[in-house]
């Protein structure tokens, strides 16, 4: 059986697109959070708070660690499986990718050491300013990133000649028409996806009675986030699906299983697509429902899949489900941030087992649902790399074989692997340590311990006695700095 290197490759940069993403998505939120919360601390001096942000410093660092690393791989592919599209698309996509790295990366190096390590080495104030470079340098990243992106969507203020892409309007191609409702949809996934984590992690440490007063607030502002933006995602993704059905119409057909172009058509809650048949099998539909969503008019009309030749059409099953996927999940979370409010009463979210269960799990469905979205939108696409212009088989690299694509498969597969639990190790032990304060004293049996202990580990005593027993001696930290 040989080996086809088209499809191999495309499952591989699928792959490594889909591990990388989730990083990011995670990390652009929560550095904005850190940066509310050095704010808030900057304005109060309110000690709780920095010790949230402290706390969270150290799970953005792992996680935005291991996205570094995930994200240098995406660039090598463009080289090793994609050059013949890599050198079409020179013009435009290097530039841009390039623009990222300046005006994003930079600013992220540079204060991240701030914000890092330099908290009782900087005022508080230029502390509080690095966390919000930081911040704002996640977003400028992922504007470049998306422009890039939506470009192959939307391909604008270009022309090919002699095979190549030639720019002929910069701010026509980076403001394409996708560009601004993809970027504003990804960027509340972002907020959402670090508002349900800091929202699982906060009742995690509820249930178990660990700093309840500390993530009792972390929760809380969490919830009214949630309450905001949960309901604005919808009525943001209403308006993507309108800008794909305009600039996409086939997609659109793939993600609702419509086949035939037709007026009223039923919205599939569910169906067995039969891209062989071009046919649906076991259909359960609401009448012009998705004529009603798509164009705001119960009879309004919605392209099909048949307008184009069974190749141009993209792989339907997975489109269709990815989608239904991400609106479920979208769906989930506007009744968990209405649930938050409605719980509202005599600080019902912060004690209710099944509330903070629930938070528990919703931690985890934002991830799956910037990861279906992604699905949808990229899956989507094919066969176009260049939506309409320019194919996946035109953009692979000649000399590639199958057994090589198969073989750097499997190695990725194996290093992200070991990453992605090397990460998740650390992780685990940020999470079991908490926020709570520590000492570097001896332990219960007066031993000095190797890692910083919480507080709760110590037994202290009233007496001057008992409690210089427990501290840590100036005689002792001379002691250990000279054997150091």
Known sequence: ????????????????????????????????????????????????????????????????????????????????????FAYTAANFLGP??????????????????????????????????????????????????????????????????????????????????????????????????????????SAWYLLRKRDVELH???????????????????????????????????????????????????????????QENQTNRFEVAIPKLASFILTHDWDGEVPGLNEVAPEEQPPVAIVFWAFRVMVGIGLLMILVAFTG???????????????????????VTPFIAVLAGWFVTEIGRAPWLIYGEFTHAEGLTPSLTGGMALFTLIGYILVYAAIFGAGLYYLMRVLRTGAEQRTYGYDKAGKRPKRPLSIADADWEEDADEESKWNTTAQDKAEEQGAR
């Open 96 to 201: 841009v990718l390039s623009y990222e790295v300046v005006t994003a990366f930079f600013l992220e190096a540079a204060f991240l050491g701030v914000l890092l390590f330099g908290r009782d080495k900087v005022p508080q104030g230029i502390h509080f300013f690095s966390a919000c470079m930081v911040a704002i340098g996640t977003f400028i990243s992922s504007f470049w990133i998306l422009s890039a992106n939506s470009w192959m969507h939307t391909p604008q203020g270009f022309e090919f000649r002699d095979g190549l892409v030639y720019v002929t309007s910069w701010s026509e191609a980076i403001f394409n028409p996708s560009l601004a409702p993809r970027f504003f949809h990804m960027a509340i996934a972002s907020f959402l996806t670090g508002g349900f984590v800091v929202a699982g992690v």
């Open 1 to 84: 059986m040989e080996l086809d290197p088209l499809l191999l490759s495309r499952i591989q940069f699928a792959f490594v697109v889909s591990f990388h993403a989730i990083f990011p998505v995670f990390t652009i939120g929560l550095a904005s959070y850190i940066a509310c919360l050095e704010g808030i601390y900057y304005k109060t001096g309110n000690k709780d708070w920095e010790r949230l942000s402290k706390f969270w410093i150290q799970v953005f660092a792992v996680v935005f660690g291991m996205g570094v690393v995930s994200g240098i791989v995406m660039a090598f592919q463009f080289g090793t499986n994609w050059s013949n």
């Open 216 to 274: 009792r607030k972390a929760l809380s502002m969490t919830l009214w986030l949630l309450l905001i933006l949960a309901p604005t995602q919808a009525v943001v993704g209403d308006l993507h699906g309108l800008n794909t059905l305009e600039h996409q119409p086939m997609k659109v057909a793939a993600m609702e299983g419509n086949w035939e172009t037709s007026e009223g058509v039923p919205l599939l809650l569910f169906a067995i697509p039969d």
């Open 341 to 363: 409010l409605v719980l509202r009463r005599k600080q019902a979210y912060a004690h209710t087992p099944w509330f903070l269960n629930t938070l528990r799990y919703m931690a």
